[in-house]
């Protein structure tokens, strides 16, 4: 009688290679990857003229802070989300030197003179939430937006979209977006 050998019973992966190859590929052509968020700002241009650190006048400056408690305030009040809009809309279209052809303010005495000098400074605590500091950013944007949105119709009866480049140009110079962002650093006590 013979004794039959057995062999193990082998599988050819072979294929089985190629069709991970053809999964992977499949994933990768299908899936989508988040694009990562950010704040669309263009920095500012290089100073080009000898003069850079000019003082500003104190009425020319309106200061935002948040702190780590999360509170908004504008020149030492606390404030809400929803005033920063007004309160820097009214800042900048203030017109407190009666230079300003175009501007709508009360010409306060402690306002910005013109909107071409006014300085919006930004400041806060290395605890404020990222959250808190987009949405003041968002609500200054906002301001600016609605006041050059006014000058647009005013001078050339169109809305911002419907501008060419340069009636864009002369509108962002009517209200120029001068925003100073300074994080506050805090004190370590020992």
Do not use: W
Request: glycine residues 4%; proline residues 2%.
């Amino acid at each position: 009688m013979k004794k039959f050998r057995r062999h193990s019973e082998t599988v050819n992966a072979g294929s089985m290679a190629d069709i991970a190859f053809l999964l992977l590929i499949f994933f990768l052509v299908s899936t989508t990857i988040s694009a990562e968020k950010g704040i669309l700002r263009k920095l500012p241009s290089i100073c080009e003229t000898g003069n850079c650190t000019e003082d500003i006048h104190e009425r020319n400056l309106l200061r935002i802070s948040m702190n780590e408690k999360q509170q908004i305030m504008i020149e030492d009040q606390l404030v809400k989300l929803k005033d920063v809009k007004t309160v820097v809309e009214k800042f900048l279209d203030n017109n407190g030197n009666n230079r300003c052809d175009y501007c709508d303010g009360e010409q306060f005495k402690n306002s910005s003179d013109h909107p071409k000098e006014a300085v919006i400074s930004l400041s806060h605590d290395a605890l404020t939430s990222y959250d808190l500091f987009v949405s003041v950013q968002d609500e200054i944007t906002k301001a600016y937006y609605d006041l050059r949105e006014r000058y647009a119709k005013h001078i050339f009866n169109k809305t911002p979209d419907q501008l060419s480049k340069e009636e864009l140009g002369i509108v962002q110079k009517a209200y120029p977006f001068k925003v100073s962002e300074v994080m506050v650093k805090r004190l370590i006590e020992e």
